[in-house]
Structures are given as structure tokens and as C-alpha cells.
């Protein structure tokens, strides 16, 4: 990969049809993208809906990835496979095929037109906060910062682990 490349972290989730290849799917096209490269993937979680709960529960995964794009054409390519994948927009936290937030980019912290970061709502989150500390690198600012929200959320029972990942070699082999 040329140039700079900055570490970025993405939250990945899905509660509808075959929720854990449209994970898959996900990222592998996130790695496939020019300026992208999946660097590790946490585990995958079942968890209960937050917000707008009379839905089916979610498959929630984080992809740590090094990136030379800036954040917010990063967005665009997370919009982009979103839509690939058939992500439809109608119910605010409702049900879809496949949702990827940019949760955090480098140590950035912006306000930008389409993107805040980290992601406003993660630390409120423990769907993204079990998943994110596995791929988090320990040195890393937040690291402190999601261990102590971690600690004082409750709810862990609606977060479950669904499947153990072996980023890249299971997902090189898994069907299309």
C-alpha cells in the first residue's frame, strides 16, 4: 500500500438473511477495495437490538484496517458495499442486511459534515465496545477509554458470542 496509511477501526452488523455471509461478504469487499487492507477481525457476536428492539437480533463483528483513504471517502466506500449488499435506509436502528460504521480513524477526533469521530454512540454500545477490544491495539487511545465504559454498561447478557473468526484463512475458503 503507498503513501500513509492510518489504522482504522469499522463496526459491522446484520439481522437480516444470511446475516453472517453478509458479514463475510462485507469484509471481504472492504479488503478488496484499492487502499484498504483488513488487517484482523474480531469475533462475531449475536446481540439483541438496541434502540428500535422489535426486530430480529444482530451478528455484529469490528474490522481493524490500515487505509491511506481519508475518513470520509472511507464512508463512501462503507455506503458503497453497504448498498452492494442490499442495505435498504427506511427505519432509523431497524433492520438491515449489513450496517458498517466508521468507529474510530487513527487518533482523529472530528466533527466532519457526514462523519463524527470516534462514532458518537460507541462507548454507549456494548455491541461494538466486546468486539472493538479484540482487534484494538492495547497502546491505543481509546483502548483506556472502552475498557472503563465496558465496565460500567450494562447488558453484557444481550451480547453473546455466535462464532470464533480466523481472519484471513476462513474467509478465503467461505462459499460466495
Known sequence: ?????????????????????????????????????????????????????DQPPFLNMVARIRTILKPEPLLDVCAKIERSLGRVRDVRWGPRTIDLDVLLYGDEVAELPRLTIPHPRMFERLFVLIPLLEVLDED?????????????????????????????????????
Open 1 to 53: 500500500m503507498m503513501g500513509s496509511a492510518t489504522i482504522a477501526y469499522i463496526g459491522l452488523g446484520a439481522n437480516l438473511g444470511d446475516k453472517e455471509e453478509q458479514l463475510r461478504q462485507a469484509v471481504k469487499r472492504l479488503h478488496g477495495e484499492t487502499g484498504i487492507r483488513v488487517e484482523r477481525c474480531s469475533n462475531i457476536y449475536e446481540t439483541d437490538p438496541v434502540g428500535f428492539t
Open 140 to 176: 491505543a487511545s481509546a483502548a483506556v477509554s472502552s475498557r472503563e465504559a465496558l465496565e460500567t454498561l450494562d447488558g453484557k447478557e444481550g451480547v453473546r458470542l455466535w462464532r470464533k473468526i480466523n481472519w484471513p484463512e476462513e474467509f478465503e475458503h467461505s462459499a460466495n
